[in-house]
């Protein structure tokens, strides 16, 4: 019997057998899977086109947690740089600037403001703000200070300067009737401000700031305790998306151990090597 008998017989065979019955299936159930993988992906992109246009519009929300921190939030952005690009130029220009492969960049503007209130709740005891008077000469005196607020355990400024102070004496006299002789009646010091330098600060802020997943979207947030924390500008990109564990995911190449039908002997095989595949799970 000639080879291309045999290989007609085989084909023959195979046509009328109950597994090119089962990969008609498979495949109707994979053309299926996939349609379906192809509306989820979709849908993704349409939900990240959404976040995106949320995040050009959005304003920062500000709310008070539990623990008593203010916390500011907004909307970010999500996507690959030549997306960012042309939503936000600054944004992904900051990102650029960066070593390495960025997944995901914040930028945020803060404003630390108190009021006088705030200022003497919180500052020290005058008597350990103002410091021993160091004589430079006889009119002229050098008070070093420091300005201390602690607000907690890991929030508070330390301001430390000194200031130089001048003292002019202007003495005053009168005449004593029948007397030519000057008599001091009485004098006055005058206080005279000659200069206030700062030598040093020193603050502490614990600032927690991040991105969150919240009511389906991407939030960028930002919070602390400190007194008078208010952020004025707040913006964020998600470039590395994270890929969801789901089911048919798509066509692969992959190289490994794959079972398939030989037409010349006419029985099933297993064969090692390059396969054409279709992912079921990917995670």
Same mark, same amino acid.
């Given at each position: 019997?000639?080879?291309?008998?045999?290989?007609?017989?085989?084909?023959?065979?195979?046509? $009328?057998?109950?597994?090119?019955?089962?990969?008609?299936?498979?495949?109707?159930?994979? *053309?299926?899977?996939?349609?379906?993988?192809?509306?989820?992906?979709?849908?993704?992109e349409?939900?990240?086109?959404? @976040?995106?246009?949320?995040? +050009?519009?959005?304003?920062?929300?500000?709310?008070?947690?539990k623990?008593?921190?203010? @916390?500011?939030?907004?909307?970010?952005?999500?996507?690959?740089?030549?997306? +960012?690009?042309?939503?936000?130029?600054?944004?992904?220009?900051?990102?650029?600037?960066?070593?390495?492969?960025?997944?995901?960049?914040?930028?945020? /503007?803060?404003?630390l403001? @108190?009021? !006088?209130?705030?200022?003497?709740?919180?500052?020290?005891?005058? &008597?350990?703000?103002?410091?021993?008077?160091?004589?430079?000469?006889?009119?002229?005196?050098?008070?070093?200070?420091?300005?201390?607020? !602690?607000?907690?355990?890991?929030?508070?400024?330390?301001?430390?300067?000194?200031?130089?102070?001048?003292?002019?004496?202007? &003495?005053?006299?009168?005449?004593?009737?029948?007397?030519? $002789?000057?008599?001091?009646?009485?004098? +006055?010091?005058?206080? $005279?401000?000659?200069?206030?330098?700062?030598?040093?600060?020193?603050?502490q /802020?614990?600032?927690?700031?991040?991105?969150k *997943?919240?009511?389906?979207?991407?939030?960028?947030?930002a919070?602390?305790?400190?007194?008078?924390?208010?952020?004025?500008?707040?913006?964020?990109?998600?470039?590395?998306?994270?890929?969801?564990?789901? *089911?048919?995911?798509?066509?692969?190449?992959?190289?490994?151990?794959?079972?398939?039908?030989?037409?010349?002997?006419?029985?099933?095989?297993?064969?090692?090597?390059?396969?054409f595949?279709?992912?079921?799970?990917?995670?």
């Amino acid at each position: 019997m000639s080879s291309l008998t045999k290989i007609f017989k085989a084909t023959w065979s195979f046509l $009328n057998s109950k597994l090119l019955g089962y990969a008609i299936a498979l495949i109707l159930v994979i *053309w299926i899977a996939q349609m379906c993988s192809n509306i989820r992906d979709l849908k993704e992109e349409i939900d990240n086109a959404n @976040q995106n246009n949320s995040a +050009l519009v959005d304003t920062l929300k500000k709310e008070r947690l539990k623990t008593g921190e203010l @916390q500011y939030s907004i909307d970010g952005f999500i996507g690959d740089i030549e997306t +960012l690009k042309k939503l936000n130029k600054g944004l992904a220009d900051e990102v650029e600037k960066q070593k390495g492969k960025v997944i995901s960049l914040n930028r945020i /503007i803060i404003l630390l403001k @108190q009021d !006088t209130t705030d200022l003497n709740k919180y500052i020290d005891s005058l &008597r350990t703000v103002l410091e021993e008077p160091i004589k430079l000469n006889d009119t002229t005196y050098l008070v070093p200070w420091t300005l201390a607020y !602690t607000y907690d355990s890991t929030n508070y400024d330390i301001f430390k300067g000194e200031t130089k102070i001048g003292l002019t004496t202007d &003495r005053f006299y009168k005449l004593t009737p029948g007397n030519l $002789n000057k008599e001091m009646d009485w004098s +006055l010091i005058t206080v $005279n401000h000659e200069g206030t330098k700062m030598l040093s600060r020193v603050t502490q /802020i614990e600032l927690v700031w991040g991105q969150k *997943w919240e009511k389906g979207k991407l939030r960028v947030f930002a919070n602390s305790k400190y007194p008078g924390f208010n952020v004025t500008n707040m913006e964020g990109v998600l470039l590395d998306v994270p890929k969801r564990s789901h *089911w048919f995911t798509g066509f692969s190449v992959n190289l490994g151990i794959m079972p398939t039908y030989d037409f010349l002997q006419g029985k099933p095989v297993i064969v090692v090597g390059p396969s054409f595949g279709y992912t079921i799970y990917s995670f």
